[in-house]
Every structure is written in C-alpha cells, then in structure tokens.
C-alpha cells in the first residue's frame, strides 16, 4: 500500500538507503565522520584537553611517582605579618626525598640524598628548560610557575616523577 502511494518506491528508496554489502561498507569513513560530528555538537573543554596533556607527559613507564608528603600551604602555620611567603613542598618515592621552594621568583630545592640530577620542570605538553642539580642535590630555576606543575628527575639510573600541583 505504501509503495502504491509512493510511486512503487519503499522508505529505503525515498531516504537515498541502499542496501550495502559488507565490501562497500567503509568503517573508517564512518568513525571520522562521527568524530567531526561530534567535535562541532559536544567538543572536549580546553581544560579537560590540558588535563589530558599533562597526564599523558607523566607517561614515563619506569618513573617512581613521588608522594607529597609536605605542603606548607596545607601544613605549616600561619606566620603573622608575613605576606607572599614562598611554599615549601617535600616529596618523596622510596630513599629519594625532594625538598622544593616555590616563590614569585621561581623555585630551588635540594635533592636527598644529596646527588646530580636533571629537572624537568613539567607545566604543559613542552617541558621547559632542564635544570641541574649539583654535587650536593641543590637546583634553582629562575623562570616563575604559572598553573599546574610537576618535577621529574633523573638521577643516576632512576627516574622520579612528583605529583601535580597547582602554583
């Protein structure tokens, strides 16, 4: 009855439907298609990408992940009188304690026990310039910290990798 009222064609013909052989069927084209949809109905918030970012740059297989264990903001009290006081934040993964300063100027620290290591200062999907410790385990940066940050060292043969914080 319907094929009568459309001119012998069935709903398939009217809505450009064919039926498709599994040859002619292209999946891929599909995904790419559902993707581009999907980025202009519901794209992914900036700062959920950014997170997703800097996750995927503490990706590092054979790195120890250092727990804070010390945050001044958190831990300390509160000093009356003094105004922008620098943080001071400890990290540790196993025998390797890292202590950090972090100020308007930029951070320094010491690695323990004392030993030469290279500092990633970690901020994005770049890492910013290599800092490196001395003899004694002391390291300084002069580039201040905007957003969310994390470490990761290389000392000898280990690789560390501090939790993220926000400066």
């Given at each position: ?7 012998g ?9 064919e ?9 891929g084209?599909l ?6 949809a999907?980025a202009?109905?519901?794209?992914v ?6 997170i997703?970012?800097d996750a995927?740059a ?5 790195a ?7 945050d001044?903001?958190?831990d300390?009290?509160p000093?009356r009188?003094v105004?922008?006081?620098?943080r001071?934040?400890t990290?540790r ?7 950090v300063?972090?100020?308007?100027r ?6 323990l026990?004392?030993q030469p290591a290279?500092i ?5 999907p770049r890492?910013?310039?290599p800092l ?13 910290l ?5 470490l990761?060292?290389?000392?000898g043969g280990?690789?560390v990798?501090?939790?993220w914080?926000?400066a």
């Amino acid at each position: 009855m319907n094929d009568d009222l459309n001119g012998g064609l069935n709903d398939d013909d009217l809505l450009g439907e064919e039926d498709w052989g599994d040859e002619e069927f292209d999946a891929g084209l599909l995904e790419e298609e559902l993707r581009q949809a999907a980025a202009v109905l519901d794209p992914v918030p900036a700062e959920l990408r950014q997170i997703a970012v800097d996750a995927y740059a503490l990706h590092d297989l054979d790195a120890r992940v250092a727990e804070l264990t010390f945050d001044s903001l958190v831990d300390a009290l509160p000093v009356r009188g003094v105004g922008d006081a620098p943080r001071m934040l400890t990290f540790r993964a196993g025998e390797v304690t890292v202590d950090v300063e972090v100020s308007a100027r930029g951070l320094m620290g010491q690695v323990l026990p004392p030993q030469p290591a290279r500092i990633e200062v970690l901020g994005g999907p770049r890492p910013g310039s290599p800092l490196m410790a001395d003899d004694l385990g002391r390291f300084t940066g002069d580039v201040p910290l905007s957003g969310p940050f994390a470490l990761r060292l290389r000392t000898g043969g280990d690789v560390v990798v501090t939790e993220w914080l926000r400066a």
